[in-house]
């Protein structure tokens, strides 16, 4: 009987096992994840309490071409109502909460900009209408600032650009170029954000746990605490065959054999790796000092074996990849009252709002309420993140990366200009929680082809690579959708299943999408 190890618990790996049960006749009993801290979910983080204050680590972006995600989802009964599905669930909250932006930015003096217009100039459009259309191998090593002059990052656009998906100007071209591509669609209503999907609450709780709860009730084995060290080949011949898995907990050291016939997904680098929290009263600090298992088993993966990739291109400038987020807990309803009163939004059916020359290039979400499944009624949650985090701030004096909760709190609300009373009534209901994320963006950092190995890497017999740091074509990182093809594509190729995954949205094939894109240009 063959077995089928996870290296991570991540949402690359759950979906890997969802997949293996649902498509591939696999029994529960055979899978086995390991995970080296004490919580699953990866990237999906979110905890806390009304009384501590709800924290995590960021929000993912959802939309309807999530079709990998959404085929995925469609067969795991809700946690809320286990009569629908996830898919379901998520559909039915898009009708009740849809985005309509009406304040997406702000200026330094408080006013609100014109954001439907792109603002341009002749030069801008014909350098995007030309990394649209150029080919990704002319692209290596090269960033964004390579393609475009200082004014295209001046325009509304990249602020409502960057500030959706977190570009950053150093970032990858190749990775920009996916991006507009992949979501050209979403073009011509950038800046009212519509067609943009939030679950029913936070999104651990809204997909990973009912995900979980699946695994778990078909006898899917989870193993916390335990750090993969590396992994054993097959010595004497030019396949790449796994033979042991080299582990260590809080017993010692362990190896776990693998036969030919198993199969093992490494979930190789982390983009939440190393990521602290801070308090009120406390920074959290950023950790670079890159312990991480992920990135740890990876390294050594790749020494040697040019076809496992290049981690070094992603871990190796924090200063680059990384930014700081901040939960805000709230103990009294006058926070969203401003907030509705300043964007003209219902909590929740509003989108990001950033402020486009703040220091530290702020942007808030304001959730709809509850976010939490057992947040009590008269507490509220809200979201932000500082993309700059290396430079003071505009009302405080500090780098973002040094100040404590209730700091970026002061900061925010500078930007937001209440009065003084309604400032201190807000500053003294709130709790903010502020996570600093060393390697959050490190899958944007400048790369070129082999940086990323393959999901199946040539030469594999039972090897795959799962999540943001395996190579496949158009599909787009830093989303939930890559890594559930990710686990698709591994599933089908190692198990030789005359499957695929469903085809990446490709918007340019639509002459409506290329029209309203041309006008977006030109607004």
């Given at each position: 009987?063959?077995?089928?190890?996870?290296?991570?618990?991540?949402?690359?790996?759950?979906?890997?096992?969802?997949?293996?049960?649902r498509?591939g006749?696999v029994?529960?009993?055979?899978?086995?994840i390991?995970?080296?801290?004490?919580?699953?979910?990866?990237?999906?983080?979110?905890h806390?309490?009304?009384?501590?204050?709800?924290?995590?680590?960021?929000s993912?972006?959802?939309e309807?071409?999530?079709?990998?995600?959404?085929?995925?989802?469609?067969?795991?009964?809700?946690?809320?109502?286990?009569?629908?599905?996830?898919?379901?669930?998520?559909?039915?909250?898009?009708?009740?909460?849809p985005w309509?932006?009406?304040?997406?930015?702000?200026?330094?003096?408080?006013?609100?900009?014109?954001?439907h217009?792109?603002?341009?100039?002749?030069?801008?459009?014909?350098?995007?209408?030309?990394?649209?259309?150029?080919?990704?191998?002319?692209?290596?090593?090269?960033?964004?600032?390579?393609?475009?002059?200082?004014?295209?990052?001046?325009?509304?656009?990249?602020?409502?650009?960057?500030?959706?998906?977190?570009?950053?100007?150093?970032?990858?071209?190749?990775?920009?170029?996916?991006?507009?591509?992949?979501?050209?669609?979403?073009?011509?209503?950038?800046?009212?954000q519509?067609?943009?999907?939030r679950?029913?609450?936070?999104?651990?709780?809204?997909?990973?746990?009912?995900?979980v709860t699946?695994?778990?009730?078909?006898?899917?084995?989870?193993?916390?605490?335990?750090?993969?060290?590396?992994?054993?080949?097959?010595?004497?011949?030019?396949?790449?065959?796994?033979?042991?898995?080299?582990?260590?907990?809080?017993?010692?050291?362990?190896?776990?054999?693998?036969?030919?016939?198993?199969?093992?997904?490494?979930t190789n680098?982390?983009?939440?790796?190393d990521?602290?929290?801070?308090s009120?009263?406390?920074a959290?600090?950023?950790?670079?000092?890159?312990?991480?298992?992920?990135?740890?088993?990876?390294?050594?993966l790749?020494?040697?074996?040019?076809?496992?990739?290049?981690?070094?291109?992603?871990?190796?400038?924090?200063?680059?990849?990384?930014?700081?987020?901040?939960?805000?807990?709230?103990?009294?309803?006058?926070f969203?009252?401003?907030?509705?009163?300043?964007?003209?939004?219902?909590?929740?059916?509003?989108?990001?709002?950033?402020?486009?020359?703040?220091?530290?290039?702020l942007?808030?979400?304001?959730?709809?309420?509850?976010?939490?499944?057992?947040?009590?009624?008269?507490?509220?949650?809200?979201?932000?993140?500082?993309?700059?985090?290396d430079?003071?701030?505009?009302y405080?004096k500090?780098?973002?990366?040094?100040?404590?909760?209730a700091?970026?709190?002061?900061?925010?609300?500078?930007?937001?200009?209440?009065?003084?009373?309604?400032?201190?009534?807000?500053?003294?209901?709130?709790?903010?929680?502020?996570?600093?994320?060393?390697?959050?963006?490190?899958?944007?950092?400048?790369?070129?082809?082999?940086?990323?190995?393959?999901?199946?890497?040539?030469?594999?017999?039972?090897?795959?690579?799962?999540g943001?740091?395996?190579?496949?074509p158009?599909?787009?990182v830093?989303?939930?959708?890559?890594?559930?093809?990710?686990?698709?594509?591994?599933?089908?190729?190692?198990?030789?299943?005359?499957?695929?995954?469903?085809?990446?949205?490709?918007?340019?094939?639509?002459?409506?999408?290329?029209?309203?894109?041309?006008?977006?240009?030109?607004r």
């Amino acid at each position: 009987m063959s077995s089928y190890t996870f290296i991570g618990s991540g949402i690359a790996s759950l979906a890997g096992a969802v997949i293996l049960l649902r498509d591939g006749d696999v029994a529960g009993k055979d899978i086995t994840i390991l995970e080296e801290s004490h919580q699953t979910g990866g990237a999906f983080d979110a905890h806390g309490s009304a009384e501590d204050g709800y924290f995590m680590s960021g929000s993912r972006m959802f939309e309807a071409m999530y079709q990998c995600t959404f085929d995925l989802l469609d067969g795991i009964p809700s946690a809320t109502d286990p009569t629908i599905s996830v898919t379901a669930e998520t559909n039915r909250a898009a009708k009740m909460w849809p985005w309509d932006n009406k304040v997406r930015l702000v200026n330094l003096d408080g006013s609100v900009p014109d954001a439907h217009t792109m603002g341009f100039t002749e030069r801008d459009r014909i350098d995007l209408i030309a990394l649209i259309g150029e080919p990704e191998s002319l692209l290596d090593d090269k960033r964004i600032t390579d393609c475009f002059e200082p004014h295209f990052f001046e325009t509304n656009f990249w602020m409502e650009w960057c500030t959706l998906f977190a570009f950053e100007p150093w970032h990858s071209a190749i990775e920009f170029r996916r991006y507009l591509r992949r979501f050209v669609h979403h073009f011509s209503t950038i800046d009212v954000q519509h067609d943009i999907y939030r679950t029913v609450y936070n999104q651990y709780d809204s997909i990973i746990v009912p995900i979980v709860t699946w695994l778990r009730d078909r006898g899917v084995q989870f193993r916390h605490g335990v750090r993969v060290e590396d992994l054993g080949f097959a010595a004497g011949n030019d396949a790449l065959t796994v033979t042991s898995i080299s582990t260590l907990t809080a017993d010692g050291p362990a190896a776990i054999p693998v036969a030919p016939s198993d199969l093992v997904f490494v979930t190789n680098g982390s983009m939440t790796a190393d990521k602290a929290f801070g308090s009120m009263t406390e920074a959290p600090g950023l950790d670079a000092t890159n312990h991480s298992g992920a990135w740890n088993l990876w390294e050594k993966l790749a020494q040697g074996r040019p076809a496992l990739g290049n981690p070094a291109a992603f871990n190796g400038n924090v200063q680059e990849s990384s930014w700081i987020s901040f939960t805000v807990t709230v103990k009294d309803p006058l926070f969203l009252q401003l907030m509705e009163r300043f964007s003209g939004s219902a909590a929740g059916t509003g989108g990001l709002i950033t402020f486009k020359q703040s220091a530290w290039l702020l942007t808030l979400s304001i959730y709809h309420q509850p976010f939490f499944p057992d947040q009590p009624e008269g507490i509220a949650v809200w979201w932000g993140y500082g993309l700059f985090h290396d430079r003071p701030g505009d009302y405080v004096k500090k780098k973002l990366v040094d100040c404590t909760g209730a700091e970026i709190l002061e900061e925010v609300l500078g930007h937001l200009r209440f009065s003084a009373p309604d400032s201190a009534a807000v500053l003294a209901a709130s709790n903010c929680i502020p996570c600093a994320m060393p390697y959050i963006t490190s899958q944007f950092m400048k790369r070129k082809m082999g940086d990323r190995p393959l999901v199946v890497p040539i030469g594999s017999t039972n090897l795959a690579f799962l999540g943001q740091y395996a190579e496949q074509p158009d599909d787009v990182v830093f989303t939930v959708e890559y890594s559930i093809r990710c686990a698709m594509t591994a599933v089908y190729t190692l198990l030789k299943l005359d499957k695929a995954p469903p085809p990446v949205y490709k918007g340019l094939h639509s002459p409506k999408v290329i029209v309203d894109a041309i006008r977006t240009l030109h607004r």
